[in-house]
């Protein structure tokens, strides 16, 4: 971990020549896909094949499969690499061919398709979040020490609860412990 160092971080910013902050926040956002959420479906009594934009065709193909009563192995999810393959497609009711419009004509493709009403209505909204950046400077402006105090909302909390450890979201938190929650992010800060 290069450029971790650990001490009394506020103490040396307030002793700093120049100081810097910042703070970032964000509202109740909704993931707002840059079309409708969608997806097509072709049910028979022996197979159930669904085309979608989505980042969890697994769980698209549990979802349809089960729906539509029949094994794993007898469904089929084509991913569409679409801009809105975001993590909102997870919710599988969109994504099974439930309710009886496939199963009401056996064999033709269905389109499903939420309203952009009903997508907002339903979607899964990402939680609100601040966060403070506070650093020390010295007289050739290279940083000294920074803190970066995040308050947000878990997502684990409510839909993966184990990875939650001694009540820290480590995912949330990212970055400000020298055990890496998500190594491929982009978006670590350390506190150093």
Same mark, same amino acid.
């Given at each position: 971990?290069?450029?971790?160092?650990?001490?009394?971080?506020?103490?040396?910013?307030?002793?700093?020549?120049?100081? %810097?902050?910042?703070?970032?926040?964000?509202?109740?956002?909704?993931?707002?896909?840059?079309?409708?959420?969608?997806?097509?479906?072709?049910?028979?009594?022996?197979?159930?094949? %669904?085309?979608?934009?989505?980042?969890?065709?697994?769980?698209?193909?549990?979802?349809?499969?089960?729906?539509?009563?029949?094994?794993?192995?007898?469904?089929?999810?084509?991913?569409?690499?679409?801009?809105?393959?975001?993590?909102?497609?997870?919710?599988?009711?969109?994504?099974?061919?439930?309710?009886?419009?496939?199963?009401?004509?056996?064999?033709?493709?269905?389109?499903?398709?939420?309203?952009?009403?009903? +997508?907002?209505?339903? +979607?899964?909204?990402?939680?609100?979040?601040?966060?403070?950046?506070?650093?020390?400077? +010295?007289?050739?402006?290279?940083?000294?020490?920074?803190?970066?105090?995040?308050?947000?909302?878990?997502?684990?909390?409510? %839909?993966?609860?184990?990875?939650?450890?001694?009540?820290?979201?480590?995912?949330?938190?990212?970055?400000?412990?020298?055990?890496?929650?998500?190594?491929?992010?982009?978006?670590?800060?350390?506190?150093?």
């Amino acid at each position: 971990m290069a450029n971790w160092g650990e001490g009394d971080a506020l103490k040396t910013i307030a002793a700093a020549p120049r100081k %810097v902050e910042a703070t970032y926040s964000t509202p109740f956002l909704a993931h707002a896909c840059m079309e409708p959420m969608n997806a097509t479906a072709r049910w028979t009594p022996e197979r159930v094949e %669904v085309w979608l934009p989505t980042q969890n065709a697994e769980a698209s193909l549990a979802a349809s499969t089960e729906e539509a009563g029949l094994p794993l192995d007898k469904g089929e999810v084509y991913k569409l690499d679409l801009a809105a393959a975001s993590a909102a497609r997870r919710r599988p009711g969109l994504h099974a061919p439930g309710g009886g419009h496939c199963q009401a004509v056996p064999g033709t493709p269905v389109k499903l398709l939420w309203t952009r009403e009903e +997508d907002q209505a339903h +979607d899964f909204y990402r939680p609100i979040s601040m966060c403070k950046l506070t650093a020390g400077l +010295d007289a050739k402006r290279q940083s000294l020490r920074a803190a970066h105090p995040r308050f947000r909302q878990s997502i684990n909390a409510r %839909v993966n609860p184990g990875a939650i450890k001694e009540g820290r979201d480590m995912r949330q938190l990212q970055g400000m412990f020298k055990e890496p929650a998500m190594p491929s992010s982009a978006t670590a800060c350390r506190i150093s």
